[in-house]
């Protein structure tokens, strides 16, 4: 350890905090050089109270205090070694004021944290605050976590803030619970970011964040809004929102589009159920595109959920039929210019059929009359004409129009026409009617 390290007290007057239970602290106080000693041959500092402790300088062993109540404790310009841990500890008011650098393990488990703020702070090893309650303020600044950092089962009783903070590695906030908030502003996440399980009473917000893995909120309680519309998203990023509770994520379909984990994992029923969140999301905030593209992904995963092998070949048939009709004809009833575009493809395509057997057809009258009915531009005014006919009248008002087996296809063209403009009409008035 070195020279500049404090080593006197402050006159400060004692201030009885209340420890974890409640009740008044009773742990006997310790003088800053009875603390410096301690630290000094490597032992942990246990079961006392302290006022206004000030670690500068650099300390070559691990630090440890268990089971302590630290008032208003500063750290500043200092460097650990080993690891800096406090276990079962009370922390009043604890200030990293200027650059601290802990080259082991950083950790708080267990212990209750009041009015916060860690500033430059950064831990080349992992991060523990399992267990920890924070009170009064949480309040990270410019962090830097190199190894993963672990918030399991912690609890925040006021606002958490994390501000131009940088998790190089896994950040697990999994079953956090939050009675305020958690405010991530600017941070960047190298690694995957769980908030799996978590409670959050009021909002989660990630304005100007990067995220390059896993951005994972299943099953997680979200009682007020999550904002994810200004994060900032890596090639790699992907998104999970399995059995959330969580009815107003604001999430453009752009940035999720591509980027569910389950859906890339080929887990399509637990996408399914994915989509449908966002969908009921979309609903109440009254945004109908985008509603209508949570649905539409939420189709496509039950089809592909669906199974479909070929020693039952009737579920193959029935697949390609949702996929030809719903998803191709109509976009499960959200986009009518699908089923637009469908019926040019099928009116084309007959009438391709028609032309080139021009002669199985009674054709009565020529379009061009001057020309041979066998002539290409008779063939292509025939074609045309019959598969319009054909596809918007059925076969009522076309009957004996083609002889033999070309009869078939115009029984064709004529069903598929009859279903598309079911299909239009359906998608069209689910637009204009909201």
């Known amino acids: 350890m070195s020279d500049d390290v404090a080593t006197t007290d402050d006159p400060t007057p004692e201030v009885h905090a209340p420890g974890r239970n409640g009740h008044a602290d009773t742990r006997p106080e310790a003088t800053t050089a009875d603390v410096l000693a301690l630290i000094a041959a490597g032992k942990p500092v246990e079961n006392v109270r302290v006022r206004r402790l000030k670690l500068r300088g650099e300390f070559a062993t691990a630090v440890t205090f268990k089971n302590c109540t630290l008032v208003q404790p500063e750290f500043g310009a200092a460097t650990f070694k080993g690891d800096l841990s406090f276990v079962w500890c009370t ?31 950064t831990v080349h090893g992992k991060a ?13 600044e410019k962090c830097e976590f190199r190894q993963k950092v ?24 999994r079953s956090v619970h939050a009675d305020q908030g958690l405010i991530f502003a600017g941070c960047t996440f190298a690694g995957d970011f769980l908030i799996r399980g978590a409670t959050v009473c009021k909002k989660l917000q990630l304005d100007g964040c990067r995220f390059e893995r896993l951005l994972d909120v299943s099953k997680a309680k979200l009682n007020d809004f999550a904002y994810l519309e200004a994060i900032e998203q890596g090639p790699e990023m992907r998104f999970a929102f399995g059995n959330a509770v969580a009815e107003r994520l604001l999430v453009r379909p752009e940035q ?21 969140l966002l969908k009921k999301c979309y609903q ?11 649905f539409y992904r939420f189709k496509v995963n039950q089809r592909l959920s669906t199974r479909a092998t070929w020693d039952r070949p009737w579920t193959k048939v029935r697949r390609f039929c949702d996929w030809l009709f719903l998803d191709v004809g109509c976009g499960y009833g959200t986009n009518p210019a699908r089923a637009v575009r469908m019926a040019v493809v099928i009116i084309l395509g007959f009438a391709l059929l028609y032309g080139l057997g021009v002669e199985e057809f009674h054709a009565e009258k020529k379009p061009f009359p001057d020309a041979e009915v066998t002539d290409p531009i008779n063939r292509v005014m025939i074609g045309l004409i019959t598969s319009v006919s054909v596809f918007t009248s059925g076969m009522g008002g076309i009957r004996e129009i083609a002889k033999g087996w070309m009869n078939v296809p115009v029984m064709v063209e004529s069903v598929l026409g009859t279903l598309l403009f079911g299909l239009f009409i359906v998608a069209f008035s689910r637009k204009v009617i909201r």
């Open 284 to 294: 109440g905030q009254h945004r109908f595109n985008a509603e209508d593209w949570a």
């Open 150 to 173: 672990s918030w399991w089962e912690a609890r925040l009783e006021c606002w958490g803030e994390f501000k131009a903070c940088g998790f190089l590695q896994e950040a697990d906030f």
């Open 91 to 121: 922390l009043d008011r604890p200030l990293f004021a200027k650059p601290v650098t802990v080259e082991g393990n950083f950790g708080l488990n267990g212990s209750t944290v009041s009015k916060s703020r860690f500033a430059q702070l």
């Open 128 to 140: 523990f605050f399992s267990g920890a309650e924070f009170r009064g303020k949480a309040l990270f």
């Open 256 to 276: 999720v589009e591509g980027r569910l984990a389950s859906e890339l994992a080929g887990q399509h029923e637990q996408a399914m159920h994915e989509y449908g």
